[in-house]
């Protein structure tokens, strides 16, 4: 009999760390007392279906809205398919068996229903489990849409999602730009994702088409195969590569395998024009911190959902799990057979936060210039125009609520308690804007993330956020020398018919996913 975080929590049994693996294997995070076999880097080439997953297409259109069907199958899958070392093979999840799952692409003003068809069955890694919610991360979408935990379904059977695709309170600087979507089943989000469960879901509208040839007020940015999503998790494999996954780490799970789109350090070809990169950080605990080799810069031009209201160029920046930042690359000034790396300088070797900068790092992906191409992207200041932001909003707040993230018997509360889903924690109002402020405690760091509406941080104990912070938002990292966060947040109505007196549920927690599977998670529900 396997022992699940399911069974503990269900029998109110709290165990401590470094509890057997699936494997039979220990392990206290990378570097610990188990430690992936050695593979040679940057050997596997980022290609379409090999790291480079499909576009979804839809399979017919009816009255205006896209239908599309999505299967969630077993797939035998390599993450380091070169000749004359172990493959790493493994049986994963994935979305109509790809890793990651199919991109799929949503219009702003078009309607998309999504209908995902549950066809896992256990397999032969021994962790996961078969069931599913789907929650498109960064959404702005109906409550039965938004992958509540609870709403999970099995083997044989299907749900479908739908998803309005229309900016929150109808304003264009709330148009989203790069969400995600993932499993999120209560207390198996942790397993079920590290086994495969995830993909992109960018947006285009008016301002950004996905075609940079496009006139205006299409900004032209980086399109095509010039726009690709980079999703960098950490894996941990046994002397077979077996993938391990610690059923019993309650900190967060720490690998010491560095992939990117599945494949342990990649390289990617590109030409010498620039690229818009939309990086989502996958990792159940682990944060980045990210340069380029050479020491060029970035422009970042989003975080999270959003675009920025102007590019931001950094020479680097910290990404925390669940979080993604949009940056361009330009490959201009590089010549054929130049080498590139991007680089993570911020060592962790467990999941209760990051040890602190080293250098010279470790290189994660390998970039290749071999082509002279031509470029009509641009990169145009303004990006999005914020006409709703602090200064109109904080006038208007009335209500302030405080949360604290923090640990309580070896397992993760806020505010002292465990998710209850007969539990409301915050009972805001449709339209009316609050402070939160969201505390951490005990010298760990926490990725909170809030469904159904982005947000605008004030200050990081009371500290002007970095400029990266500075746009709109969906996750934020607290705790430890980040410290707390105070958020000014406003719910909109996302249904087509808006009636009144009806609550909308939906949920808010840590994305540390192993501290989510422990029910650090809370719930609000919107009052209309």
Known sequence: MQLTRRDLLRWGIVLGGGAALSSGQRVSGAGGSSSSPRTTPFQVELLPGRGLPPTATPQRILAGTEFFEIHETNVTHQFNPQKGENPFENDLWGYDGSIPGPTIVAKSGTPQLVRFVNNLTAGSLGFGDPISA????????????????????????????????????????????????????????????????????????????????????????????????????????????????????????????????????????????????RILNGSHARVYQLLLSNGQSFQAIATDSSLLEHPVTVSNFRLAPAERVEVIIDFTGAKSGDTIYLVNRLQQTDGRKPDGLVSPGTPLLKFVVNQLADDHSVVPDP????????????????????????????????????????????????????????????????PVHIHLSDFFILSHDDTTPPPLERGRKDTVLIGADVGDARILIKFDDPRDV???????????????????????????????
């Open 383 to 446: 990006l999005l125009t914020v006409t709703e932001g602090p200064a109109q909003l904080l006038p208007r707040v009335k209500v302030q609520r405080s949360f604290k993230f923090e640990r309580s018997d070896g397992a993760w509360v806020i505010n002292g308690e465990f998710f209850d889903e007969n539990r409301i924690n915050a009972r805001p109002r449709v339209g009316e804007p609050e402070i939160w402020t969201l505390e951490s405690g005990g010298g760990w760091v926490h």
């Open 134 to 277: 789907i929650h498109r991360h960064g959404g702005f979408q109906n409550p039965e849409d938004d992958g509540y935990p609870l709403d999970t379904f099995s083997f044989g059977n299907s749900r479908d999602y739908y998803y309005p695709n229309r900016p929150a309170g109808g304003l264009q600087q709330n148009e989203h730009s790069t969400n995600w979507y993932h499993d999120h089943s209560i207390d198996v989000t942790g397993p079920n994702v590290y086994r495969g469960l995830a993909g992109f879901y960018p947006y285009t509208n008016t301002l950004d088409t996905g075609n940079e040839n496009d006139g205006p007020p299409n900004l032209g940015l980086p399109s095509g195969k010039f726009d690709i999503g980079l999703v960098l998790q950490d894996r941990l494999f046994d002397r077979t590569g077996r993938l391990i996954y610690n059923t019993f780490d309650h900190d967060g799970f720490i690998g010491d395998k560095f992939c990117v789109n599945g494949l342990i350090q990649p390289f990617l070809t590109v030409k010498t024009r620039r690229y818009r990169f």
């Open 498 to 528: 808006q009636t009144p007196h009806t609550p909308l549920r939906y949920v808010f927690h840590c994305h540390n996913i192993e501290h989510e599977d422990m029910r650090m998670m809370g719930q609000f529900e919107v009052q209309t």
